[in-house]
């Protein structure tokens, strides 16, 4: 079974992307979802505790916007909240693909190059979008501000960089067809 990953910064479409893949027939892991489910998690919620404070948990429930503001405005918390999810992350993919039957598995995750996880996949597929539509898209999805969606984008690798590290790259803007683009992905994955 190949493995493949697909990213592409916020507001790139991702996620509609990922779930044409699926009416193909192809099981995608979504990364962001398992490390959401990690805030669950007594042992999780107590690390979190210990490095970000207890004002961020109530009743074994995480106050994931205050988290949110306290990661995206400081580069180290970042980075110290990725060290405690990301490697759980990896794990809960390794068992799901293990469940899987399918030529190839993809998983969906918006940092893959950030984490440096390209290298454990035999393809990486990015998506690109013009920045205008990426920060539209992410606002109305998220009901941010805009001050909030360049604060996360800032966050991502440039996605001109990701392309070129990448073995295939769907384009996302309003005049793209994407099920062709899909498809041909599809077939030079399963034909290689």
């Known amino acids: 079974m190949k493995l493949v990953a697909l990213t592409g910064n916020i507001g790139s479409g991702k996620t509609f992307i990922c779930s044409v893949?699926?009416?193909?027939?192809?099981?995608?892991?979504?990364?962001?979802?398992?490390?959401?489910?990690?805030?669950?998690?007594?042992?999780?919620?107590?690390?979190?505790?210990?490095?970000?404070?207890?004002?961020?948990?109530?009743?074994?429930?995480?106050?994931?916007?205050?988290?949110?503001?306290?990661?995206?405005?400081?580069?180290?918390?970042?980075?110290?909240?990725?060290?405690?999810?990301?490697?759980?992350?990896?794990?809960?993919?390794?068992?799901?693909?293990?469940?899987?039957?399918?030529?190839?598995?993809?998983m969906e995750s918006a940092i893959l190059f950030e984490k440096h996880w390209n290298t454990r996949f035999d393809y990486v597929i990015s998506v690109r979008v013009e920045?205008?539509?990426?920060?539209?898209?992410?606002?109305?999805r998220d009901n941010s501000s805009l001050k909030l969606i360049e604060n996360r984008m800032s966050q991502q690798m440039n996605i001109e960089e990701k392309c070129k590290l990448s073995n295939f790259v769907i384009e996302n803007n309003e005049n793209d067809m994407l099920l062709s683009q899909i498809l041909e992905i599809n077939n030079r994955i399963i034909n290689s």
């Open 131 to 140: 920045e205008k539509i990426a920060i539209a898209r992410a606002m109305k």
């Open 21 to 106: 893949f699926e009416h193909i027939g192809i099981p995608v892991f979504y990364s962001d979802i398992a490390a959401k489910n990690l805030y669950f998690d007594k042992s999780i919620l107590r690390e979190i505790e210990k490095v970000f404070g207890k004002n961020l948990i109530k009743d074994n429930v995480l106050d994931k916007e205050a988290l949110s503001l306290i990661v995206f405005n400081d580069k180290e918390k970042l980075k110290t909240l990725e060290e405690i999810t990301h490697p759980k992350v990896w794990e809960s993919f390794l068992y799901w693909k293990e469940k899987q039957s399918s030529p190839y598995v993809i």
